[in-house]
């Protein structure tokens, strides 16, 4: 019971309060992309900004990374995807302090295994995590005393990107497709996954038009990146539309050099 009830506690007063977050920052972003040949190196220097008055202790491990359009985003152990280029990366150090208002880095070299079997994107996360100073310091020897903190920890999760010169397939795949009524508006919720070898950035509009051929122009729905194997929702604002049908062509454009993919559809507002 006691122990119930200092677990309720504790997670009262994390509802509560919230901590002071580290103030880091990689002013280098959070992409880091090489395009190389199979056999082929790059490095590199991570750069960590430390903003804070005192110094922050900063955690640096890796893992995979995978998304999916219902909004799960899963960080597995490295080297556990399809795709992973974890084992391709060193990096060092695996820990290092962050002087006050100064700055630190962490290395990285990248290197392809010399395998001409290898086509398209592979990919990884280098993740910099800042240590709370009370997980640094030696408990309280005190008896009877309960210490409840709380700390809010931001992660940075650098995505390390891997191209194989210009080869993998480039494939989008339309997953599904349905209409939602948001505040007097239409809006068309997409599901995009990418079904090929490389990773893409598709910007999607939308042109609409009602059955007579009048059109309501091109309608955005922004750009996100896929990586393969993974899948997005786009969310596309077709405005306040009347009861009936109205034909839909969508366009997702992977950019200058890139693939255009496009379906057409039959929608129809209730």
């Not at 640096?60 to 359009?69: C, G």
Request: net charge neutral; with cysteine; charged share 20%.
């Amino acid at each position: 019971m006691k122990k119930i009830l200092l677990s309720f506690l504790c997670l009262c007063i994390y509802l509560l309060f919230s901590g002071r977050a580290f103030a880091i920052s990689l002013p280098g972003g959070l992409t880091i992309e090489s395009n190389l040949t199979a056999g082929g190196k790059a490095s590199g220097n991570i750069v960590i900004l430390n903003d804070d008055a005192e110094p922050v202790t900063v955690r640096v491990y890796q893992t995979d990374y995978m998304f999916y359009a219902d909004g799960r985003s899963e960080f597995s152990n490295p080297g556990s995807t399809p795709r992973s280029n974890a084992s391709w990366i060193t990096y060092s150090p695996n820990q290092l302090v962050v002087p006050p208002n100064g700055s630190a880095g962490v290395s990285y070299q990248v290197t392809v295994p010399n395998d001409p079997g290898l086509r398209g994107t592979y990919w990884s996360i280098i993740m910099i995590e800042p240590i709370p100073k009370a997980s640094l310091e030696p408990p309280s020897t005190e008896k009877d005393k309960i210490a409840v903190g709380v700390q809010a920890i931001i992660r940075h999760a650098i995505q390390m990107i891997t191209n194989i010169d210009d080869t993998g397939e480039r494939a989008l795949k339309f997953a599904s497709k349905k209409l939602e009524n948001r505040d007097g508006k239409v809006f068309l919720v997409l599901d995009v996954e990418n079904t090929g070898e490389r990773w893409l950035v598709p910007a999607l509009y939308v042109d609409l038009a009602d059955q007579g051929g009048n059109s309501f122009g091109r309608l955005e729905g922004g750009s996100l990146r896929i990586f393969p194997g993974c899948s997005v929702r786009y969310l596309v604002d077709l405005g306040p539309l009347k009861p009936g049908k109205y034909n839909a062509l969508v366009i997702a454009d992977c950019g200058e050099g890139e693939k255009v993919f496009g379906a057409r559809y039959t929608l129809e507002v209730q």
